[in-house]
């Protein structure tokens, strides 16, 4: 390297899972060896978030939840992720992008998401969510909790994808074992999270940067992110399997914005022309769509590819039909009545310096901050 090079470092990308389904698929990210990512474990229960691989952690609300969980209590679990911020803003404002995974419908995951999907907001960071749904046989108020925290969400992410746990029925039969399913939906976060890492790899020709990735998941109307495979190298068989997930609708791209397909392996001028064919026959004219072949060769004569989509929306979100504090949360549990009272929700003083502001939504009293300087470093 010459004194007029420099060296700049790579794209970070971090993943934040919340309570104890974001920790699971912090755990199971672990297991498969998923490279390129930073991953955060964030939990108010300090023996999960202790047994979680995860490069940093997070305990959440120390203060109030003691380290016992949330106990399902969405207001507790939003105290302390408050209590948090500062933690979670030192861990947030380094990425470049973000993803949140939860499971929707209890305590932690549900308001540890929000409050993080919230802060990249303020800081201007694209975030993409992937949480779960509960199952039809479980209680309606977490439900609607869920289906009112993922509108929420919704409204800070620049892509939130919905999986309904419900959906496990039509891909498993009736002897999967409970959590070899529930893994089954991080395949789709795994999914977007390889995408995204071979998408920044430079050794690419006809290559994309971060800057057009941010770019096209900053166009708005959702971001979709996927892999497909072919071992007889039928490069539009990738492409199909790309945009079929068996938990997921299928992907229209009708509306989309921006289209990055990136081809692994050894594609020829024409089978490159033929996949950007079919994508413009499925998109719309005004679709934005750039081509990308990696210099390196898949196994044999397979094929991969990669497909990052933007401007084709977010799961549907129905609104709840009654006001989630009217059934799912109004009383705490028993369990944590000495952990938390009623003044923990009133609007506190917060003091805050240039170094990390205290964000806005926090500043107005959503619930708890305590009223501390914020430390320099």
Do not use: W
């Amino acid at each position: 390297m010459t004194s007029n090079q420099k060296s700049f470092p790579k794209p970070t990308i971090k993943i934040l899972g919340f309570g104890g389904a974001g920790c699971n698929t912090i755990n199971r990210l672990h297991a498969l060896h998923v490279n390129g990512i930073i991953s955060v474990a964030a939990n108010t229960d300090f023996h999960t978030l202790n047994a979680t691989n995860a490069d940093e952690k997070i305990h959440l609300g120390f203060e109030i939840a003691k380290g016992l969980g949330a106990g399902g209590n969405f207001h507790l679990g939003k105290s302390a992720a408050e209590l948090s911020y500062k933690e979670l803003i030192h861990t947030i404002k380094d990425a470049d992008i973000i993803l949140i995974t939860a499971g929707l419908g209890g305590g932690t995951g549900s308001a540890g998401a929000e409050i993080a999907a919230r802060i990249a907001h303020s800081l201007d960071i694209p975030a993409l969510a992937f949480v779960t749904l509960p199952f039809e046989f479980e209680s309606q108020s977490r439900k609607h909790l869920a289906f009112e925290s993922a509108a929420i969400i919704q409204q800070f992410t620049n892509t939130l994808i919905t999986i309904p746990n419900e959906r496990l029925f039509s891909v498993f039969d009736t002897s999967t074992p409970l959590m070899a399913a529930l893994g089954y939906t991080d395949d789709i976060l795994i999914n977007a999270v390889n995408g995204l890492v071979r998408l920044m790899d430079p050794s690419t020709a006809m290559g994309v940067d971060l800057s057009h990735i941010i770019r096209f998941i900053n166009n708005g109307n959702g971001t979709f992110i996927s892999n497909g495979f072919s071992k007889e190298g039928n490069i539009i068989t990738v492409v199909k399997n790309a945009l079929n997930h068996p938990l997921l609708k299928s992907i229209s791209l009708d509306q989309a914005s921006g289209i990055i397909l990136k081809i692994f392996g050894d594609p020829t001028i024409i089978e490159i022309q033929k996949a950007v064919a079919y994508l413009q026959e499925k998109a719309n004219p005004q679709t934005e769509i750039i081509p990308v072949v990696s210099n390196g060769h898949a196994d044999d004569q397979s094929v991969m590819a990669t497909l990052l989509i933007s401007g084709i929306g977010a799961t549907p979100i129905e609104r709840p039909q009654m006001p989630i504090h009217q059934e799912s949360h109004c009383d705490l549990p028993v369990q944590n009545k000495d952990r938390i009272d009623e003044k923990s929700y009133e609007p506190a003083q917060v003091k805050y310096d240039d170094e990390i502001e205290v964000p806005a939504f926090i500043r107005k009293g959503y619930q708890l901050i305590q009223n501390t300087p914020i430390d320099h470093e």
